[in-house]
Nanobody, 126 residues
Framework: QMRLVESGGGLVQPGGSLTLSCTAS????????MGWFRQAPGKEREFVAG????????NAAHSVKERFTVYRDNAKNTVYLQMNYLKPEDTAAYYC???????????????????WGQGTQVTVSS
C-alpha cells in the first residue's frame, strides 16, 4: 500500500504562486507515474498535470499548461506542483495520485490511478 500526503495549499491572491508537495510512504514512487487532479465545488474532478515514471515526461491540462509545472524527486519520494499566475478559477481541492507504470505514459483519467491522497485546498481570492 502507498500513502500519499499533500501539503502546501492555502489562500493566495490572483497572480500569486504556490507549490504543492505530495510525499509518499509505504512504497517508493520511482515505479509510479504521478498525477495531480483537482475538484472545485459543484464541478467534476479534472486532470491537472502528470509526470511519467521512466523519463519524467510531463503532461498538463490546456488550462494550466503555461502556468503549472509538475516535477518529481524520487530520492525524496515526493512529487511537486508549481503553480504560477494563479487565477480564481484555479480554486479547488488538489489531489495527488500514483499509477503503477513502467514507461512514459501519463494517464489523464482518474480511475487509472491506484492511490490517492486526501487533498489540499487551494483558494485564489483577493
Amino acid at each position: 500500500q502507498m500513502r500519499l500526503v499533500e501539503s502546501g495549499g492555502g489562500l493566495v491572491q490572483p497572480g500569486g504562486s504556490l507549490t504543492l508537495s505530495c510525499t509518499a510512504s509505504g512504497r517508493g514512487i520511482s515505479n509510479y507515474a504521478m498525477g495531480w487532479f483537482r475538484q472545485a465545488p459543484g464541478k467534476e474532478r479534472e486532470f491537472v498535470a502528470g509526470i511519467s515514471q521512466k523519463d519524467a515526461l510531463t503532461n498538463a491540462a490546456h488550462s494550466v499548461k503555461e502556468r503549472f509545472t509538475v516535477y518529481r524527486d524520487n530520492a525524496k519520494n515526493t512529487v511537486y506542483l508549481q503553480m504560477n499566475y494563479l487565477k480564481p478559477e484555479d480554486t479547488a481541492a488538489y489531489y495527488c495520485n500514483a499509477r503503477s507504470e513502467y514507461g512514459n505514459y501519463v494517464s489523464t483519467v482518474g480511475y487509472e490511478y491506484e492511490y490517492w491522497g486526501q487533498g489540499t485546498q487551494v483558494t485564489v481570492s483577493s
